[in-house]
T-cell receptor, first 112, second 106 residues
Framework: DTAVSQTPKYLVTQMGNDKSIKCEQN?????MYWYKQDSKKFLKIMFS???????INETVPNRFSPKSPDKAHLNLHINSLELGDSAVYFC???????????FGSGTRLTVV | KNEVEQSPQNLTAQEGEFITINCSYS?????LHWLQQHPGGGIVSLFM???GKKKHGRLIATINIQEKHSSLHITASHPRDSAVYIC????????FGTGTSLTVIP
């Protein structure tokens, strides 16, 4: 069983559309994360979330919003997609920030 | 200036060589992570450190909290170690280094 699974693996969409990327973990972890990796391969955290708090990187546009229906899921919704949103998005989970974390395989988003 | 600096940015080694990748950070942290990203894009968490040293197979990670510095060592390097190695720290948020691209030549 995949520990952290993301869907879809690839997503091509037009500017202005709204899209979602799903993430599920079966590790029983309390904290989940979304990261963006840009074309220069630089990783940046977007959100970390557990059932107590949502920590948002202040540089993330409010077009991006995390939605957590339960502890095992953290979906990423993106409104009004822009060309600059093209990147690989990684989901991850951990027991909390001070423990090692497990990554999903990534979602390559291309906005055209 | 990044809160997390890694060196070198690029590294090419012959198979069997001992490799060291360095990470320095400027913020107070509670944990430091070493990540490995393979050419296919997948990311694997190698170590999480808050003090001292950890070893897993041919990989060794050390951290000096006072000096705000960590090193990742690879002994008897192998071509399958070729990847990007990323240092990340957790203070009040996550900060990432820009990665060290390692190529091990047979």
């Amino acid at each position: 069983d995949t520990a952290v699974s993301q869907t879809p693996k690839y997503l091509v969409t037009q500017m202005g559309n709204d899209k979602s990327i799903k993430c599920e973990q079966n590790l029983g972890h309390d904290t989940m994360y979304w990261y963006k990796q840009d074309s220069k391969k630089f990783l940046k955290i977007m959100f970390s979330y557990n059932n107590k708090e949502l920590i948002i990187n202040e540089t993330v546009p409010n077009r991006f919003s995390p939605k957590s229906p339960d502890k095992a899921h953290l979906n990423l919704h993106i409104n009004s997609l822009e060309l600059g949103d093209s990147a690989v998005y990684f989901c991850a989970s951990s027991l909390d920030h001070n423990y090692g974390y497990t990554f999903g395989s990534g979602t390559r988003l291309t906005v055209v | 200036k990044n809160e997390v600096e890694q060196s070198p940015q690029n590294l090419t080694a012959q198979e069997g060589e001992f490799i060291t990748i360095n990470c320095s950070y400027s913020v107070g942290i509670s944990a430091l992570h070493w990540l490995q990203q393979h050419p296919g894009g997948g990311i694997v968490s190698l170590f999480m450190l808050s003090s001292g040293k950890k070893k897993h197979g041919r990989l060794i990670a050390t951290i000096n909290i006072q000096e705000k510095h960590s090193s990742l060592h690879i002994t008897a390097s192998h071509p399958r170690d070729s990847a990007v190695y990323i240092c990340a720290v957790w203070g009040n948020q996550f900060y990432f280094g820009t990665g060290t691209s390692l190529t091990v030549i047979p």
